[in-house]
C-alpha cells in the first residue's frame, strides 16, 4: 500500500512538479501555441511528394534567422519555414496566432530544389520604407453586391487607399450582368464637403479630352482597388473626406488600407519569381545575360526621374507548381501560361500570391512563359493596378507579370527592357497617355492626347506611328511599338512611389 502511494505521487510530481514533462514533445503542431515553451518547425526533412503540406512539429527551439529575415533553404530559418518568396516564417493556424500588422495565409515552403510544400504562415500586411505610415480599418457590411458609396478619409497629403473585398473570391467571372469582372469596381471619386467636386467618373471618361483629375485604375485585371490620391501633378482640392462609388456583385465587408510616407526615395528592389520562362533562371546579382541587359536598360529609361535599380532578389518556382497554377479554372494552363478566358486572366491574381511573405519593400516581377489575350494575341506584360498595392505582397494586386519568352531571340534585351520599364510605370503610378480607342488619356498636362481622328488606317485603334507627334514616343503609349520618353510629369509621378528607397 505504501509503496503502490508512493509510486503515484512519484508520477504525480513528475507530471506536475516538472513544468517540462507536461509539454508536448515532438508532436503534430499548427503553430506556437500549441507547443508550449518550445516551438513549431517545419519537419521539411520529412517533407512528403511536391505540394503536399509540410509536416510540423513541437521541438525544442533551435538558432536560425528569425520570421521575415531572408532565407535560402529551410536551415537558415529559427522555424525551419522558408517561404517561396525567399523569407522566413512561422506557421499559424489563424490569425490569433500572428502579431498585429500580419494575416494567416496559405503560402508555399521550400523543402528542396524540386520540391515545395503547402503551409500557412503568419505574414505581414505591407512592407514599406522605415518612415511610412499604415492604417488599416474593416467595415463589415461595407457591400450590397450592387453601387455602393465608401468615405475614405483624408489621410496625408498623398495617400493610397487600397480597397479589398473580403467576402468575395468569385472573381475573375462573376456574373454576366455585372459591367464590374473584378470583385469591386471604382466608379467614381468625389469630394464629400460642399461643394461637392468630382474627381473621377468611369462614364464621362470619353468626354474629357484631358483625362479625369484624379484617375482609378479600371480592367479585369485589377484587384484589389488602388485609389491614390491626388492621382498626377494636378492640384486636387483639399478635403477632410472622399466619397469613393463602388459596384460590387455580392454582399460583403470591405478592407480600406491606407498607406503614406513623408520621404522620397529613388532605389527600386525587386523580387524576380522564374515562372516557367524559357532559359531563363537565376545568375548573378541580376539575373541571365539578357536580364541583366533588359535591367540595365530599365534604369535608362528611368534615369530621367532619378530612380534606379537596387537590390535584384531572384527566386525560382521549382517543381510542378508553375505549369499546374492553382486549378482555379479548368482550362488553366498553369502559372506559366497565362491564359485568357471570358476577358480576363484566372490564374493572374493567384500568381501574385505567390509573393506572400516577401517581407521586404519591393516590387515583385514573374516572369511567365507567355500571356495571351481572349484574341488570341501575345501580351508584353500586365500589372496589378495602377499602381500597385505597395509593399503588400501576397496580395493579388502587388506586382507585375512579363511574357518573357517572346523576348528570348538574340538581340530583343531593348524591347524586354521597354516592356519592363513600361509595366514598373503602371505599377509605380502612371496611366496609358492615350488608350488605343483615342477617347481615353491620362491626367498629366505634359503628355500628348492622341485622338481618334488620327487613325489613318480605319482600324479602330491607334499605334504609335499613327501617333508619333502627339505621344507615340512615351514609355507609357498604350501600344508596344512606342518609344521610351518620359516627360517630366512623369517622373513626378514616379517619384512619389511609396515603395522607393
Known amino acids: 500500500m505504501h509503496l503502490r502511494l508512493a509510486l503515484w505521487t512519484l508520477l504525480c510530481c513528475m507530471s506536475a512538479c516538472d513544468g517540462a514533462t507536461t509539454e508536448p514533445l515532438d508532436v503534430s503542431c499548427e503553430s506556437d501555441q500549441a507547443c508550449g515553451a518550445r516551438v513549431c518547425v517545419a519537419d521539411w526533412m520529412s517533407a512528403g511528394a511536391d505540394l503536399e503540406p509540410m509536416p510540423l512539429h513541437c521541438v525544442e527551439a533551435e538558432e536560425g534567422r528569425a520570421p521575415g529575415a531572408a532565407c535560402e533553404q529551410a536551415e537558415d530559418c529559427e522555424h525551419k519555414l522558408c517561404l517561396l518568396a525567399g523569407a522566413c516564417a512561422r506557421a499559424c493556424r489563424d490569425a490569433d496566432d500572428c502579431n498585429d500588422g500580419q494575416r494567416c495565409q496559405s503560402v508555399y515552403a521550400r523543402v528542396d530544389s524540386e520540391r515545395l510544400a503547402t503551409a500557412t504562415a503568419c505574414v505581414d500586411h505591407v512592407n514599406l520604407p522605415e518612415g511610412s505610415r499604415v492604417e488599416m480599418r474593416e467595415l463589415p457590411a461595407a457591400f450590397s453586391g450592387g453601387t455602393d458609396q465608401l468615405v475614405l478619409p483624408a489621410f496625408e497629403p498623398q495617400t493610397l487607399y487600397v480597397v479589398e473585398h473580403l467576402d468575395d473570391r468569385s472573381w475573375p467571372i462573376p456574373a454576366s450582368s455585372s459591367r464590374c469582372r473584378p470583385p469591386l469596381c471604382g466608379l467614381a471619386l468625389r469630394t464629400q464637403a460642399e461643394p461637392t467636386e468630382v474627381l473621377f467618373a468611369r462614364d464621362q471618361l470619353s468626354e474629357d479630352a484631358r483625362g479625369p483629375d484624379n484617375p482609378i485604375a479600371q480592367g479585369s485585371h485589377v484587384s484589389p482597388l488602388p485609389v491614390w490620391i491626388p492621382n498626377g501633378t494636378r492640384v486636387t482640392p483639399e478635403a477632410r473626406a472622399y466619397e469613393l462609388e463602388v459596384e460590387s456583385s455580392q454582399k460583403g465587408a470591405a478592407r480600406i488600407t491606407s498607406l503614406a510616407r513623408d520621404a522620397r526615395g529613388s532605389r527600386l528592389d525587386l523580387n524576380v519569381y522564374y515562372v516557367g520562362a524559357a532559359r531563363l533562371k537565376p545568375e548573378g546579382t541580376r539575373g541571365p545575360p539578357l536580364l541583366e541587359a533588359a535591367l540595365e536598360e530599365v534604369e535608362r ?37 497565362l491564359m485568357s478566358r471570358y476577358q480576363v ?19 515583385d516581377v514573374f516572369l511567365v512563359a507567355d500571356i495571351q489575350s481572349t484574341a488570341g494575341a501575345d501580351v508584353g506584360g500586365v500589372a496589378g493596378g495602377t499602381p500597385v498595392a505597395f509593399g503588400m505582397h501576397g496580395g493579388p494586386g502587388s506586382g507585375i507579370a512579363i511574357a518573357s519568352d517572346m523576348f528570348i531571340v538574340p538581340g530583343r534585351a531593348r524591347e524586354l527592357g521597354r516592356t519592363l520599364a513600361h509595366e514598373i510605370g503602371h505599377a509605380l503610378g502612371l496611366f496609358h497617355t492615350t488608350e488605343p480607342n483615342g477617347v481615353v488619356f491620362d491626367p498629366l498636362s505634359d503628355t500628348p492626347a492622341c485622338s481618334l481622328a488620327r487613325d489613318r488606317d480605319g482600324s479602330g ?4 506611328d499613327e501617333c508619333a507627334a502627339h505621344g507615340g ?8 511599338d512606342a518609344g521610351d520618353a518620359l516627360s517630366e510629369e512623369q517622373c513626378e509621378v514616379l517619384r512619389r512611389a511609396l515603395i522607393l528607397q
Open 301 to 337: 529609361i528611368f534615369a530621367p526621374a532619378d530612380i534606379y535599380l537596387g537590390e535584384v532578389r531572384q527566386l525560382t518556382v521549382p517543381g510542378t507548381l508553375a505549369e499546374r497554377g492553382s486549378q482555379a479554372d479548368e482550362v488553366s494552363a498553369g502559372f506559366a501560361q
Open 345 to 363: 486572366l484566372p490564374e493572374f491574381p493567384e500568381l501574385l500570391r505567390l509573393s506572400a511573405g516577401a517581407a521586404n519593400s519591393a516590387l
Open 461 to 464: 485603334s491607334l499605334d504609335a
Open 473 to 480: 514616343d512615351n514609355l507609357m503609349f498604350s501600344t508596344s
